[in-house]
């Protein structure tokens, strides 16, 4: 397994987004597709819910993207989305949410 996660690693444009949130706070989240670049825009805010959905559609196509190169699903798509819902769940749907920063 650990070669397969290795080739998966080299193989796929994965990428880092940077988000603060209402309260100041930041996090980065991984996506093993560049989809996330576009849907979003570094510097863009976005209201909590409109960050939330739009993620899950990225997370969603990023997911599907994984399985037809290679036959199986993406974990770190799943977990990305859970933290992003976990995240997201302490402000009101109306918050601004900033998207800072892509990082490849």
């Given at each position: 397994m650990g070669d397969t996660r290795a080739f998966y690693r080299r193989r796929v444009p994965e990428?880092?987004?940077?988000?603060?949130?209402?309260?100041g706070s930041t996090q980065s989240f991984y996506s093993p597709s560049l989809?996330?670049?576009?849907?979003?825009?570094?510097?863009?805010?976005?209201p909590v819910?409109?960050?939330?959905d739009t993620s899950r559609v990225c997370m969603r196509i990023a997911d599907q993207r994984v399985?037809?190169?290679?036959?199986?699903?993406?974990?770190?798509?799943?977990a990305t989305m859970a933290g992003i819902e976990q995240a997201a769940a302490r402000f009101a749907s109306t918050d601004e949410v900033t998207l800072e920063a892509?990082?490849?």
């Open positions: 990428v880092l987004f940077d988000v603060r949130w209402p309260d989809i996330v670049e576009d849907y979003f825009r570094a510097g863009a805010n976005y819910a409109e960050f939330v399985r037809q190169k290679y036959g199986f699903g993406c974990a770190q798509s799943v892509f990082r490849r």
